[in-house]
Nanobody, 123 residues
Framework: VQLQASGGGLVQTGDSLRLSCAAS????????MGWFRQAPGKEREFVST????????RYADFGKGRFIISRDNAKNTLYLQMNSLKPEDTAVYYC?????????????????WGQGTLVTVSS
């Protein structure tokens, strides 16, 4: 499975940004997908996850009410809409896929990872 994340960039506090993750090499709808992030000097952390069908989603507390995860199985693409961005959202964002349509919050349960896309939020 190959995952290609894109959409990162430099934005200002309060701005919005949509990340995309293009997947190939596996039936996309059979894979739960997740977004994780790693800020400078910090460990990678869970952001959000979505079931293979797209019917179930989960968010880290910092993302609830601001981030929206979605997927288009016809396009083999995962999205993360990020609104009301804050400087503390600055990080490299990674998409990941599981060999299961069910979600988890645990990084070690994700089998495939993209290369990451950098999001920088200026104050």
């Amino acid at each position: 499975v190959q995952l290609q994340a894109s959409g990162g960039g430099l934005v200002q506090t309060g701005d919005s940004l949509r990340l995309s993750c293009a997947a190939s090499g596996r039936t996309f709808s059979n894979s739960a997908m997740g977004w994780f992030r790693q800020a400078p000097g910090k460990e990678r952390e869970f952001v959000s996850t979505i079931t293979g069908s797209g019917g179930g989603t989960r968010y880290a507390d910092f993302g609830k009410g601001r981030f929206i995860i979605s997927r288009d199985n016809a396009k083999n693409t995962l999205y993360l809409q990020m609104n009301s961005l804050k400087p503390e959202d600055t990080a490299v964002y990674y998409c990941a896929a599981r060999d299961s349509p069910l979600t988890t919050l645990t990084m070690s349960t994700y089998n495939y990872w993209g290369q990451g896309t950098l999001v920088t939020v200026s104050s």
